[in-house]
């Protein structure tokens, strides 16, 4: 009874929110609703020259009550809400109108939403049937027909996208016939999170262990010294690869790995093999010859089932889209420009223009930057940087698609090879040959290696191998972009958010810190659009803007423009606070509109 009432509360929440979205709003009303939202997000306790954010968005989750088990934050929120879209599309579309990639969408969301709840037990046993293999964790000590290999292990779920514990590998086509893979160092830091003791208790009462093996209480003994050693190898970065033939390997393991990993494929003596790091793939040789195989196997495993986990799908109709979304960003990216074929018509011209200013006021503002902190590599990247609305090329999308998932195989019934599927699907485009050249025209959306992890935040993305800023099309809609919001909430919500995610390409500039680079991309983005905003605003404008919102002044104007420039982060809890109180008091036109004149002192602008 208890489980029908929720589904009753589920329904009606969804219906009342799809009836919400159904209704057009004019001009009037939705400028109207957005000064509203933001109204009613202040929380005036708070003094915005101390605490701005809190002041700006620490009601916004008062005024989304019954919303929390769908969304905490504006990105959710937006994705949320583009799910609905999805879920009566894929309800009101008759499959024999869906091209062959929206019945995979179909596919994958259906049995992620019929299928039971993630199980670690019943995964590990599905695997063993899938891929014909035995666990390490479920084999006793005294096996005689189980080798404790962690190498191959690895290599064997490299195709499902393992490839962050002890090395990375990356296979690198030089043309058509000719490719070279390279063995490197994992980004400890980017990548790898310890295992934790309580994660040992969890998998000891849900994975059932036969006799003769080792238990994870065991396993957590060895297991925690082994990881402080393996994070406290210290190698000097070593420059240029060193380009060994197969044969000549030194370590028993890296041959183990590439043999399985290639497996059928009989690897010839002279194949070359790049190793990108060897100073790090000596000393990690000298930690592994400190434990035995059958710890190392079962490590290795252990560092499987924490990924696997993302498998743990939710229990919403919501995130099981959001699932489904993150997994197929390209099909979820058509299904969403059906809907809305508008967007293409109406609003690139206007986005372009858009993006133009942000990068011509950005260049402009680093310049003026009193903060000392002027990397000089930022101009090319920004002259030469270009936008993408969507991840679809305007013309022959829906052929690209069908050709692009063509080796793509789902069953409707089946959760986990689904997922599995998709994982293995990516690593064979990123295994084979890629040519970017005839690419670059009208493909740039395929990304060879996408990320696939569980997202319920709709963002900007910047792909670096292109130099490339993509808007996704569920970004542009309210609160952050709509095509009748006025200019200053446009300008001020998406246009900063353009210029902040401008600075993602100056991380991959190999010597400039990236907390520098993070310190100063709200501050000068904000600053940049603002003063582009309002320095080639009218007179006639500035009166129409205060007569439209029932303001006195132009500081209120400016002040309403702040607050909707942080409202994309407003969300219950935030770690933004920091970086955001930041972002403003270091701009003298925010010390200005809100009489901050301790700030003076901060400003950067």
């Known amino acids: 009874m208890k489980l029908f009432s929720t589904l009753l509360l589920v329904v009606a929440w969804l219906a009342l929110a799809r009836a919400a979205e159904d209704v057009p709003m004019d001009h009037k009303t939705i400028n109207e609703k957005q000064l509203k939202i933001l109204r009613n997000s202040l929380d005036t306790n708070y003094r915005p020259c101390d605490d701005f954010y809190s002041y700006a968005c620490q009601n916004w989750s008062a005024q989304h009550q019954g919303a929390g088990y769908y969304y905490s934050g504006v990105p959710e929120q937006l994705g949320y809400e583009v799910n609905l879209e999805l879920m009566e599309y894929l309800e009101k579309t008759p499959e024999t109108d869906m091209p062959r990639f929206v019945k995979l969408f179909k596919d994958f969301y259906v049995a992620c939403r019929e299928s039971p709840d993630f199980e670690f037990s019943d995964f590990m046993h599905w695997m063993e049937k899938e891929e014909n293999m035995k666990w390490a964790l479920l084999t006793p000590d005294d096996s005689k027909d189980f080798v404790f290999d962690w190498a191959t292990i690895a290599a064997g779920f490299r195709k499902y996208g393992f490839n962050n514990i002890f090395l990375t590998e990356t296979t690198v086509y030089h043309d058509v016939n000719r490719f070279q893979t390279y063995l490197d160092m994992p980004d400890y830091n980017e990548s790898f999170y310890r295992l934790e003791e309580n994660k040992m208790k969890e998998y000891n009462a849900m994975i059932s262990l036969p006799g003769g093996t080792m238990n994870f209480e065991e396993l ?164 030469t940087m270009h936008l993408k609305v969507g991840n679809l090329p305007q013309e022959n999308a829906k052929d690209l698609l069908e050709s692009y998932y063509a080796d793509l195989q789902l069953n409707p019934n089946n959760y986990y090879h689904n997922y599995l599927k998709i994982l293995e699907f990516y690593y064979k485009l990123e295994q084979n040959y890629f040519d970017y050249k005839d690419y670059a025209i009208d493909k740039e959306f395929f990304c060879k290696t996408p990320k696939y992890e569980y997202n319920a935040d709709i963002q900007l993305r910047y792909v670096a191998s292109l130099n490339l800023l993509i808007i996704p099309y569920g970004l542009l809609r309210p609160p952050v972009y709509h095509i009748e919001l006025e200019d200053i909430f446009n300008e001020s919500s998406l246009a900063t958010l353009m210029g902040i995610s401008l600075f993602e390409a100056f991380l991959t500039i190999p010597h400039l810190h990236s907390d520098e680079i993070k310190k100063i991309s709200g501050v000068v983005s904000l600053y940049a659009t603002f003063e582009g905003f309002f320095s080639t605003l009218s007179d006639e404008e500035i009166s129409r803007y205060l007569e439209m919102f029932g303001f006195r002044s ?48 901060l400003r950067m602008f």
């Open 554 to 601: 132009v500081q209120e104007l400016k002040q309403m423009f702040f607050l909707n420039a942080i409202h994309y982060k407003c969300e219950w809890y935030s770690g933004y606070v920091g970086s955001l109180n930041f972002m403003v008091n270091n701009l003298s036109d925010f010390n200005e509109v809100c009489d901050c004149k301790l700030h003076k002192f």
């Open 220 to 383: 957590w003994q060895l297991l925690g010294p082994f990881e402080e050693k393996l994070l406290r190898l210290k190698v000097e970065e070593q420059e240029g690869e060193k380009i060994l033939k197969f044969h000549e390997l030194p370590y028993p393991w890296m041959q183990s790995y590439l043999k399985a990993l290639m497996k059928p494929q009989v690897i010839a003596a002279d194949m070359e093999v790049g190793i990108d790091n060897m100073a790090y793939m000596e000393a990690l040789d000298n930690l592994l010859q400190q434990y035995d195989a059958k710890f190392l196997a079962r490590y290795m495993e252990l560092r499987i089932l924490e990924i696997s986990y993302n498998l743990n799908k939710g229990s919403t109709d919501n995130q099981y889209m959001t699932m489904t979304k993150s997994l197929l960003p390209l099909a979820t990216e058509w299904i969403y420009e059906q809907l809305h074929p508008e967007l293409p018509q109406q609003e690139l011209p206007k986005i372009a223009e858009m993006f133009g200013n942000v990068v011509k006021n950005v260049n402009k503002s680093l310049h003026r930057d009193t903060s000392g902190i002027k990397p000089k590599e930022l101009r090319n990247k920004l002259e």
